[in-house]
């Protein structure tokens, strides 16, 4: 029993720690619109740069957990090991992943079986605390 407390110890404390570390995952941190490919629904999700248990936390208005209900035990994303966004609940069980496409936005099965499309919301300038992403030079 001790050895079990002492590993879920260790596990929530390298957590936050591994998760603010990562830049991938600083540069996922903001606005996306979540979406039901072919369906006329859509929202917002926010994801933060806020550690948590399960990699950092995410808010979803209510609005946006009625219209799909599976995300109302999503409480925090992170990305995986080739860089898809995985979103998870409070207990770090995996709701929905979204892999890594080689174009276009991120599509997913949810767990209603429907396909969720979820793409970034137009960026804001950068954050004084953010580098700026280099781009490739205009060719023209």
Do not use: H
Not at 17 to 44: I, N, Q
Not at 74 to 100: C, E, H, M, Y
């Amino acid at each position: 029993m001790r050895r079990i407390a002492l590993t879920v110890l260790m596990l929530f404390a390298a957590g936050p720690v591994f998760a603010t570390a990562d830049p991938a995952a600083t540069r996922a941190a903001g606005d996306w619109r979540l979406s039901e490919v072919g369906g006329k629904v859509a929202c917002t999700l926010t994801l933060t740069r806020q550690s948590s248990f399960a990699g950092f936390e995410l808010k979803a208005p209510l609005a946006c957990r009625r219209a799909f209900p599976a995300l109302k035990t999503v409480a925090n994303w992170a990305l995986d090991d080739k860089g898809g966004i995985v979103l998870s609940d409070a207990r770090a069980q995996t709701i929905v992943t979204f892999p890594v496409q080689a174009k276009g936005p991120y599509e997913a099965k949810a767990p209603d079986g429907r396909t969720w499309r979820l793409e970034p919301v137009k960026p804001g300038p950068p954050s004084p605390d953010e580098a700026p992403i280099e781009t490739a030079p205009a060719i023209g």
